[in-house]
């Protein structure tokens, strides 16, 4: 059987499949687990590569590629310029076509909207690997209307490989650059997020795993992920969902379809909202314990991209497993190991039972 | 304690002690108090060096003279434990001053490396063997608190008789009224003590287990909430719930009798007992409720620690309010048991969760041995309260104002409770006096003496009741190790920053430890005694200087509850869990900041009392 060109993430056959690339692979085994995914395909590593043969790109990607490991940044930049145009005006294989259109019309039946706003984001195949952050590195186009947007914006997440940053991002100079493997580019339906943000289910400052730990803002969670507003940050207890701490960052620009410019932008916060936390306790409490889920569910811990939609229901858009702390062992928390009651009689002659920390 | 302790830079000192006023009204109150108690000259500039805080978790109001027999009884009987029992290596004793009536305390730490390691090989051994045979030590400890309590029980008081029994006479005593009136005072200040050494014999090492097993938690989990380690060790059958189970049993029973009509028919407990009694059924239930009485309403509507907190058994109100408000939660069709398997294996949840949570094996090792041991210790931890302070502490007031009694008859004293304005060393001496007067037949010259005297000590103390105390005095050490100060009165390094901030501006914000999570706003209620308790109204916010397990009944009528002092062992951190309401506890200020009426809020998880503008209303 050939690999398909598109794939539901509802498809029994999506949970973890390696052509929906880490991300959307992911989310395809979040929905089979009954996780609250918005619904949307893939459009696989295999569409991709039979692009690029059809296109007969693909042997001048691999010489880009082994060209860009060795080449100054300047030079990278322009071959990165002239292969991407190449890239964006190449004719799609017509079934592949086909199929998209397909897809995004069935979209549209499911939600019953025309013209459905979907988020047209990359998924590569090494991207989500616990060990390999590429947080950032690879393109998210949001509140995308119509089949022939989508199509473009398909094109411009492939063309997203062949970018400088991509072409040149080594973090292990032994493995393969991450331009060589293949790209899924996944097309889900938009939340109109009234508050979005992450989650981690640890504390990714101590490595403390009894932590959950929420960044929230007004609007799309975009300005979390890029950092370009200061989120409200919240500490959850995993065990008792207790909520240590909240703190609230006032904020009076939000990420919102704006109608003016029919495009996602900073738009402002109503005034009523700015001072307010974006979390009430209520949904704080929720997030925690869908955090918890999935962490359980996958085994290890994870970060999350959620979204709370105006009408208060809750989404997961990412999950990925958390890569700094999983490689590292976390600090003993104890001074040398001694029986319990030595503890005790060590704590009254004075010395904490806290390893000092160098 | 720990590295981040000590990096702490060291706070600028509080007033000091010897530049506190006497307020208005009150000149003369050192009079009230024993010599060794009060500040003096030829000590200053020992006594200026100390950081003395208010130890208003105990002790909130000014002392009455005799009500010193239990802050002097700790004085020694803590102090005892740490210094020369055990002894423990970094901490002395306790030491007491009394200022404008109330109680400042400053412990004593041990600094001299040497001294301490000389001190932990003794430490090893004695505290060793006391932790290695705790369950045995604690059965016979049970023994020895009902043994003394038993003996107290016994212990009558009535007015000498006009002329001896024949008894005294054909028996051939050779001792009479006089003589057994000393001696059973004698007895009973004896048996207070005696007790008042049992509080503390396992005390100190119950807490040091705990805390422990806490900074443990602390560490590997921070900003674990004090709530939830404690309720990792904590039991579920302890005695203080015992009282409110018994007042749940009595609910269900008389709605198995069909009394509960009787039962909610008044406000008045002794009317409500009338009309039972007259009712088919009615005397199966009073049985009960005798039963239930001694010893489980020997409850203290405070800490215990002085007379003023009045017992279930002295006060029914209390209970009776939550008769009624269980019997109408029964009638409602409400499952008014404690759900104790659903507590029980919450616990395991959470301890199991917890455990799982840890980087290492040896991490996990260190955690089992704690968490036995912490549980080892509990029991002894919770329950010693409801032995020490409710049981036996209001039984002993009971037999004060018996004492009281006798010196109304004898025209010493007008009312029984004025004999608390007696130190218990001047008892000793109006019992001569009363004595002598009983014995030659010339009037006792307490007859003229005291009833003044009591009058110009209660405008005295009426005056000192006026004072606020502030939190502390003197010079603050640059670290808090001792385990006592940090566990029962919850003041850290932290708490003295916070008390030194608090003085330098006017804010609508206080901040304590957050002792039972949630957010509640509402109206204050200022309680600063327990009397003022029947005065809540539904939706209150409580705000007291300290609260006591038996204000349970209040519980369900309140929003949350702030309070002046306590920390994380506090007796009200226990019912707190319990009821799930938002509490802030330690805010040092509360009841001279809060105005009842004004409208508050309470963070109970982040620790922040907030007085609102009236906008917001």
Known sequence: MTTPHVLWLDDPAAAGNRVLGGKFGSLGEMTAAGFAVPPGFGITTAAYRDFLDGAGLAEEARALQARAAEAELPEVSALSAAFTAKLEAAPLPAGLEAAIRGSYAELERRSGVEAVPVAVRSSGEAEDLAGASFAGQYDTYLWVRGVGEVLRHVRRCWAGMFGTAVLTYRPDPGAPPPSDLGMCVGVQQMVDARTAGVMFTLDPVTGDRSKIVIEGVWGLGEGVVSGDLTPSRYVVDKVTFEILRREITPQDRQHRFDETTAAVGLVPVPAERRELSPLEDEHITQLAELAKKIERHRGAPQD???????????????????????????????????????HVLARFAGTSIAAAKS | MTATDSMIPAPAGFASPFDVQTPAGADGWQSLYPYYALLSDERRAQDEGKFWFFD??????????????????????????STRVWPIPTALGIDHRIINGYLYISPNAV???????????????????????????????????????????????????????ESSVFGHRGVYSSYDLLTTYGELIHNLFEMGSYHFEMLNLGYGAYLTFREFCQQAFPGITDQTVASMVSGIDILLFRPDDEVRK???????????????????????????????GGARWLDAFEAAKDPWFWFSTGAGYTHTDRAWIDDLRLPFTALRGYVEA???????????????????????????????????????????????????VENHNFYVEHWHH????????????????AGFLADRDDIFYLHRN??????????????????????????????????????????SPPPALGTPPDVITEPLTVMLWGITQETVQEWLGAGDAASNELRGV???????????????????????????????????????????????????????????????????????????????TIRTGQLIEVDGSSGVVRILPEEAA
């Not at chain 2, 209001?394 to 008859?409: C, H, I």
């Not at chain 2, 014995?439 to 010259?445: I, L, V």
């Not at chain 2, 002046?564 to 330690?586: C, F, K, N, Q, W």
């Open chain 1, 304 to 342: 999350i991209e959620w979204a709370v939609a105006e009408n208060g229901d809750v989404h997961v858009l990412q999950v990925r497993p958390e890569t700094v702390w999983s490689r590292r062992q976390a600090d003993a928390p104890i001074a040398a190991p001694k029986s319990a009651l030595d």
């Open chain 2, 56 to 81: 208003g978790m105990h002790n909130p109001e000014p002392l009455f003279p005799f009500d010193t027999i239990m802050t002097e009884n700790w004085w020694v009987a803590v102090s005892q434990m």
């Open chain 2, 111 to 165: 600094t001299d490396p040497e001294e301490i390691a000389r001190r932990a090989v003794e430490f090893g051994k004695r505290a060793g063997h006391y932790y290695e045979n705790w369950d045995e030590i604690y059965e016979q400890w049970v023994d020895k608190a009902t043994d003394c309590i038993s003996r107290l029980k016994a212990i009558r008081f009535a007015p000498l008789p006009d002329i001896e029994p």
């Open chain 2, 250 to 280: 009595l609910a269900q029973l008389a709605v198995d009798l069909g009394l509960t009509d009787a039962v909610l028919g008044s406000e008045d407990p002794d009317a409500v007992l009338r009309l039972i009694g007259e009712r088919e």
């Open chain 2, 330 to 380: 029964l009638q409602r069709g409400e499952d008014i048991r404690r759900p104790l398997e659903a507590i029980v294996a919450e616990r395991g949840r959470v301890t199991e969760e917890y455990r799982s949570l840890l980087p290492t094996d040896a991490d996990r090792d260190a955690f089992d041995g704690l968490v036995e041991l912490a549980r080892k210790v509990f029991p002894f």
């Open chain 2, 394 to 409: 209001s039984l002993f007031w009971s037999k004060v104002r018996e004492l009281g009694d006798v010196f109304v008859a």
């Open chain 2, 426 to 467: 001047e008892i000793y001496s109006a019992l001569y006096d009363l004595n002598i007067g009983w014995a030659t037949g010339t009037e006792a010259r307490g007859v003229t003496y005291w009833p003044p005297e009591v009058e110009r000590r209660r405008r005295v103390r009426d005056a000192l009741k006026r004072w």
């Open chain 2, 514 to 592: 957050a002792a039972s999570p949630g957010k509640a706003t509402g109206r204050a209620r200022v309680i600063t005694d327990p009397e003022q308790l029947h005065e809540i109204e539904q939706g209150d916010i409580l705000v007291c200087r300290i609260t006591a397990p038996s204000w349970a009944p209040v519980f369900a009528r309140i929003g949350a509850a702030v309070s002046d002092v306590g920390g994380i062992m506090a007796h009200t951190a226990i019912v707190s869990r319990e009821y799930g309401l938002p509490a802030v506890v330690g805010t040092g200020y509360a009841t001279v």
